[in-house]
């Protein structure tokens, strides 16, 4: 089975199911979670995943110029909106 190499989680709201558990169950190697403007990056070592500073699948990519587009609730508008940066619009 195919798995993804990150998953990434906006966290609108609190409680419910423990997430890392399910992508720990999947081997996810690499969880972020945007909550408050704030990314958490955890990376699966073992059977746990520990808090991280940097990615390890990408670690030159630098999360903050992308954390307004994933924070957008409104998929279509962040679409558009990054692909307009990108463009230099």
Known sequence: MD???IAIE???TSGGIDKLEVYRGLRV?????LRDGVLRLFVLEGERYQQ????RI?????PEPVLPYLAEPNQTRAV??????????
């Open 10 to 12: 906006v966290v609108w």
């Open 52 to 55: 991280a500073e940097r990615s």
């Open 58 to 62: 990408l670690p030159s990519f630098d």
């Open 3 to 5: 798995r993804p190499d």
């Open 80 to 89: 558009r909106a990054f692909r307009a940066a990108l463009r230099g619009e």
């Open 29 to 33: 190697p690499e969880v972020w979670f």
